[in-house]
């Protein structure tokens, strides 16, 4: 999910800035993390299973590496928070 996405909800909501707004998109934000990570899991597992040559079609190889690039960069994109920092979470 977006940060903005979650701005954009957060804003649609009777009461933007209450608590139980803010702790119910968390709620989402992390469960859309939570799949994000798993499927990178997932993708760096078959990687180093084909890299022990279990497999050894290069163009595969390259196409699952490219994957999990990006959703590496899908995940990096959502840490870095939103503007008015109900979600700033920092990648340490």
């Known amino acids: 999910m977006e940060i903005e996405r979650i701005e954009e ?3 649609t909501t009777a009461h933007p800035n209450s608590v139980s707004v803010q ?9 859309c993390e939570q799949s994000l990570t798993k ?3 997932e993708l760096r597992a078959d990687v180093e299973r ?3 040559g279990r497999e ?8 699952l590496e490219a994957r999990v690039k ?4 899908k995940l990096n994109k959502n840490h ?3 503007k008015g920092g109900a979600f700033t979470r920092s990648c340490d």
């Open 50 to 52: 084909l890299e022990l």
């Open 56 to 63: 050894t079609d290069e163009e595969v190889i390259n196409q």
């Open 80 to 82: 870095k928070g939103t």
């Open 70 to 73: 990006e959703l590496e960069d």
């Open 39 to 41: 499927e990178n899991e």
């Open 9 to 11: 909800i957060q804003k």
């Open 23 to 31: 702790q119910a998109l968390l709620t989402v934000w992390n469960e």
